[in-house]
């Protein structure tokens, strides 16, 4: 089998476990909404996603209370995705628009913006109130 | 003549094996994709997954290219779903006689065996498409390719058997009553070897799977013959896949490894033609996992030239050789050498 | 039989802009008599994003996470050599420290970019199984770029100054075994790209580039290397931390004895780079001195030191593919007057005419993935008119250049 090298291993990967990460299902659901509908109620088992690690950048969190409202966020974010509203001098983040570069966490003065380890976000409606964090 | 008795028996058992094997024929390519995932390191689709797709295939809209030939493109991918199943009417099936096994020999299930890939080719140049003729010049170019070592192990084989004595050396039944390697030498069962060494190297061209896959060859024509191909007709060809992986293999089974349970182990009737069925099953299973899935796991896509020269000139020669090795087994005993 | 065609008329053969066999899309022409590659001519820009003219809007530091996004894959080497331009014009000392950092990045980068093009590869030629197994264990590189950076893909880890995140002590053991494992693995992975009968029979002696033609259409890279062009941007001009590191560029003779350009020693270049890759970052880990990891870590104050700065300068990287180069100019203003990227697969594209011409279509996925071809990296440009699309010929960009350089120096 010198000439075929991979069959060996081949071989010996038939006798172990895949490597996949089964996430959610082992096969794909026929619908996922009722899938995860099921798994609400206890009947569907979802296996985990791959755990994330410790700093991760996932979805935005903001604490409104401490937030002075410089502004400073919006000037450094690259995708527009933070906007100040002029009423309340507090920020709203438009996640869909937001592209996890962290930078506005590192900006903010009152270490009032933090990155959480939520990643599953996929929606079809970009204005769901999930994506709106203010 | 026929009598309506047995036309009607004929007719029946046809019915019954075209349904056995367009469902065997879906869930070997069923196993066939969990096998080669698992070889991956993947969990793979599950079994049924040639139904569902089958299913999804048939509410799909069939679209004919408006420069494609409309009444062959329509007609080649029935003809070769029919073609592949009436080749399974001639191969023994387990223990069941083939329902047509008494109309036609080997050399007849040869010339069937072009059909459906005949079919590919004139599907692929009805189509229109650059991608679709590419494939069908290649698949013509496969075919000349591996007709001449598969000749060479038909005719090696029967004409042992002849040599040996045995009636119809060419009809199925008699090359399975009478398994090559119990009726030739040490040096016969080395030819033998040899031989199915070829037949397995043919498999993965005949039913266009890697390393052997260049007509379809995805990433070069993507998908090549079968690129303007939808809805039912791609079903209808899907179908003749399946049917083809269990004829391919029934027939490497008929004329290598003929043997059954009931001849081995005593067991009552009804329980016997089960038993022998299943085991006929997993000879089927044994002998694409070796030569199609593991095959096509293990190696890159030829090129068409490649093709050419692996068959004509490797397994030509390793055929020659197993064919005299063959003729020396039974002419040496004659000639009063013993080995 | 060497052809086994029975139809030798020429035909045009159209691949692309999205076919199976690119990863990207471009538009290949082919000119066919037969299987055989008579002429070939293509059209890149089907992907062109405006990513400049979004750059000139923006302040550099916003700039960096635009810059982390050209390239899928190389999430580093474009926003590193923004970020050296920058740097060089407002006059900004990087911290040694970040400099070791961003060169372990960087090497972890062109782990896994290699190993995704080497999966890529063997999908090309049909062999699935390493494809699954390349990416299985590139996996690895990934979850280590995650733990440091905090993302897979858009790392976001290099800003002007130096780097946003420290690599802790923690981290440490978790990087060793990524390169343990690499190491151990190589020998195995050579063994089954190298060795396999039936990849030496596709890839040896297919579409080569010679010597002449790799230096004349100005290759970089991996393609030039595997050429015989000895260059390597780490060896010749050094940046970031390179220049403390021992660094030579790898050539195909060092493993096969012999060089003959042909895809066979492009896989063979990639595949030592990777083991390369793991003792630099080795090197790094035991040398990396203590100290700060960025010149300014109040972005505030950055921001304002990027805005008076006037002058341009060129930041020039080897990323995986080749020499990436931006080019920065600042007026003092927030954002910059002109930027220009140039990827790496821009100087390699043309080196496909003279590898594919003579092949087979067969050959056609493999030759044109061997340069690891980067198109979105790659299309600046699309003239658009009208709904039209045009071709400019090379008096027309001389001329549109001259007008340009006036309007900037105006």
Redesign the interface.
């Known amino acids: 089998m010198s000439s075929?090298p991979?069959?060996p291993e081949?071989?010996r990967?038939?006798m172990?476990k895949?490597?996949?990460n089964?996430f959610p299902a082992?096969?794909l659901p026929p619908s996922v909404t009722e899938f995860l509908h099921s798994v609400a109620s206890g009947k569907a088992h979802l296996t985990p996603p791959v755990k994330t690690p410790p700093k991760f950048r996932g979805k935005i969190e903001y604490q409104k209370d401490g937030c002075i409202g410089c502004g400073l966020c919006v000037k450094v974010c690259p995708s527009h995705a933070i906007e100040l509203l002029p009423e309340t001098k507090r920020i709203r983040i438009w996640v869909d628009q937001c592209i996890f570069c962290s930078q506005c966490t590192d900006m903010c003065p009152k270490g009032g913006l933090r990155m959480t380890d939520e990643f599953l976000l996929a929606t079809e409606d970009r204005y769901e109130e999930n994506l709106i964090v203010e | 003549m026929i009598g309506s008795w047995e036309l009607a028996l004929i007719v029946l058992s046809a019915v019954i094996v075209t349904v056995y094997g367009i469902v065997v024929g879906l869930f070997l390519l069923g196993i066939d994709r969990k096998?080669a995932?698992?070889?991956?390191?993947?969990?793979?689709?599950?079994i049924r997954q040639p139904f569902i797709d089958l299913r999804k295939l048939l509410i799909k809209e069939n679209v004919v290219p408006d420069n494609a030939i409309a009444w062959i493109f329509n007609l080649a991918p029935v003809v070769a779903l029919a073609s592949s199943i009436v080749i399974l009417l001639y191969l023994p099936i387990g223990s069941i006689y083939p329902p047509l096994g008494a109309y036609g020999d080997l050399i007849l299930v040869m010339y069937l065996l072009t059909i459906p890939a005949l079919c590919m080719v004139a599907g692929g140049f009805a189509s229109g498409s650059?991608y679709a003729s590419?494939g069908a010049?290649r698949e013509?170019?496969t075919m000349i390719?591996y007709e001449f070592p598969l000749a060479i192990v038909v005719v090696a084989v029967a004409w042992r058997l002849a040599a040996a004595g045995i009636q119809d050396p060419f009809t199925l039944g008699s090359i399975a009553a009478h398994p090559i390697w119990s009726v030739a030498g040490p040096l016969g069962i080395v030819g033998g070897l040899l031989l199915l060494l070829v037949m397995a190297a043919v498999t993965p061209a005949e039913l266009s799977r890697?390393?052997f896959?260049?007509q379809e060859?995805?990433?070069?024509?993507?998908g090549g013959l079968l690129v303007e191909y939808s809805g039912k007709n791609l079903a209808m060809f899907s179908l003749s896949q399946g049917v083809k992986t269990l004829v391919m293999a029934a027939i490497v089974v008929a004329i290598f490894i003929p043997w059954n349970i009931s001849s081995l182990v005593l067991l009552p009737e009804g329980v016997a033609l089960v038993a022998d069925l299943l085991f006929f099953l997993g000879k089927v299973i044994l002998v694409m996992f070796f030569s199609v899935s593991?095959v096509r796991?293990?190696?890159?896509?030829?090129?068409?030239?490649?093709v050419?020269?692996v068959f004509?000139i490797y397994l030509g020669l390793i055929g020659l050789v197993g064919l005299l090795l063959l003729m020396a087994d039974a002419a040496l005993p004659a000639a009063g050498v013993i080995i | 039989?060497?052809?086994?065609?029975?139809?030798k008329a020429p035909?045009?053969?159209?691949i692309g802009p999205t076919?199976?066999?690119l990863k990207e899309p471009v538009m290949f022409t082919f000119q066919m008599e037969g299987?055989t590659i008579k002429d070939v001519d293509f059209a890149p820009g089907q992907t062109h994003r405006g990513i400049e003219w979004m750059g000139m809007r923006r302040n550099p530091v916003q700039i960096v996470h635009l810059t982390d996004r050209i390239c899928g894959i190389c999430g580093v080497v474009h926003t590193l050599s923004f970020c050296l331009a920058v740097e060089q014009i407002a006059e900004i000392e990087v911290p040694e420290r970040a400099d070791y950092i961003r060169v372990i990045v960087h090497e972890l980068e062109r782990v896994q970019s290699h190993l995704l093009w080497a999966g890529v590869a063997?999908?090309?030629?049909?062999?699935?199984?390493l494809l699954?197994?390349t990416w299985?264990v590139r996996e690895q590189a990934m979850d280590v770029i995650e733990n440091i950076t905090g993302n897979r893909v858009n790392y976001g880890i290099v800003q002007v100054g130096g780097v946003r995140r420290d690599i802790t002590p923690e981290q440490h053991p978790l990087i060793e075994e990524c390169l343990t494992t690499y190491e151990g693995l190589l020998s195995s992975l050579l063994d089954l790209f190298l060795d396999?009968r039936?990849?030496h029979?596709?890839c040896r002696d297919r579409g080569i580039l010679t010597y002449d033609d790799a230096v004349h259409l100005c290759t970089v890279g991996p393609t030039s290397r595997a050429s015989g062009v000895n260059m390597d941007l780490r060896q010749d001009y050094p940046y970031a931390a390179y220049g403390d590191l021992d660094v030579r560029a790898i050539l195909p003779d060092q493993y096969a004895g012999e060089t003959r350009g042909d895809v066979y020693d492009r896989i063979v270049v990639r595949l030592l780079e990777v083991g390369q890759s793991c003792g630099i970052i080795r090197q790094c880990l035991s040398e990396m001195p203590a100290g700060e990891i960025t010149a300014e870590p109040k972005i505030a104050k950055l921001l304002a030191v990027c805005k008076k700065a006037h002058g341009e300068a060129i930041g020039r990287v080897e990323a995986p593919r080749g020499e990436c180069l931006h080019y920065v100019r600042m007026d003092g203003k927030e954002s910059p007057t002109s930027w220009k990227v140039k990827a790496s697969s821009y100087s390699n594209l043309m080196s496909w005419i003279p590898m594919l011409r003579g092949e087979?279509?067969?050959?056609?996925?493999i030759i044109v993935a061997s340069i690891d071809p980067c198109l979105s990296c790659t299309d600046r440009v699309a003239v658009i008119r009208g709904g039209r699309r045009n071709i400019l010929t090379k008096e027309e960009l001389h001329r549109l250049s001259v007008e340009a350089t006036r309007r900037l120096q105006a």
């Open positions: 075929l991979m069959i081949l071989l990967q038939l172990r895949p490597a996949t089964l082992k096969y | 096998l995932a698992h070889m991956q390191a993947r969990v793979g689709p599950p650059p590419i010049q013509m170019v390719a890697i390393p896959d260049t060859a995805e990433t070069e024509l993507a593991l796991v293990a190696m890159a896509r030829f090129q068409i030239n490649q050419v020269s004509w | 039989m060497s052809e086994g065609e029975g139809k035909y045009t053969l159209p076919h199976p066999a299987e063997a999908h090309e030629l049909g062999f699935d199984s699954h197994l299985r396999d039936s990849i029979m596709r087979q279509i067969a050959d056609i996925p």
